[in-house]
T-cell receptor, first 113, second 114 residues
């Protein structure tokens, strides 16, 4: 089970780029890296997922170095509505690893005006 | 996610009562999950089911039981509720494809046990 470590909290200002790094030193060969966003009193929402290098969608980018022992979620030009908790999960559907079901405490991002 | 429906949305009950939280989905996913979230903490996995005949314990299954009545329905029961089970409960689903399939969450059930 790949354990993940992320900062407890981060502060930013509107319009800035925010990078949240997650460490997962014992990631397995076939594990994927998945990020979720959660607003208060709502269920988490999938943001982005990757296996290696870089993935980009309309919401965020995910950077994964060659050794895959960490990953960085990048949120471009954040707004107040990006204030939320962000979770990094590592795992895969098959092969015994259930790390993709373990959320941990996440990173609480606070965006200020 | 409106495709994952949890009932009730809120429930207040007394210690010792039996409670059932229900979850239904229209996404056609094989896999379903129950999590609880306490204030300031992340989500903790209670039980999960990869298909109708499969039930697995998660991190914190003690005091809980589940039933997978059909592909679309997964219910969580507290046989004898206690105050420290007061929490926000989430149901989630995911597809069973290769790699990793993201989870889709319901809006949660806020449970208070007095």
């Amino acid at each position: 089970l790949a354990k993940t470590t992320q900062p407890i909290s981060m502060d930013s200002y509107e319009g800035q780029e925010v990078n949240i790094t997650c460490s997962h030193n014992n990631i397995a060969t076939n594990d994927y890296i998945t990020w979720y966003q959660q607003f208060p009193s709502q269920g988490p929402r999938f943001i982005i997922q990757g296996y290696k290098t870089k993935v980009t969608n309309e919401v965020a980018s995910l950077f994964i170095p060659a050794d895959r022992k960490s990953s960085t979620l990048s949120l471009p030009r954040v707004s107040l509505s990006d204030t939320a908790v962000y979770y990094c999960l590592v795992g895969r559907n098959y092969g015994g690893s259930q790390g993709n079901l373990i959320f941990g405490k996440g990173t609480k991002l606070s965006v200020k005006p | 996610d409106a495709d994952v429906t949890q009932t009730p949305r809120n429930r207040i009950t007394k210690t010792g009562k039996r409670i059932m939280l229900e979850c239904s989905q229209t996404k056609g996913h094989d896999r379903m999950y129950w999590y609880r979230q306490d204030p300031g903490l992340g989500l903790r996995l209670i039980y999960y089911s990869f298909d109708v005949k499969d039930i697995n314990k998660g991190e914190i299954s003690d005091g809980y039981s589940v039933s997978r009545q059909a592909q679309a329905k997964f219910s969580l029961s507290l046989e004898s509720a206690i105050p420290n089970q007061t929490a926000l409960y989430f149901c989630a689903t995911s597809d069973s494809g290769w790699g990793n399939q993201p989870q889709h969450f319901g809006d949660g059930t806020r449970l208070s046990i007095l």
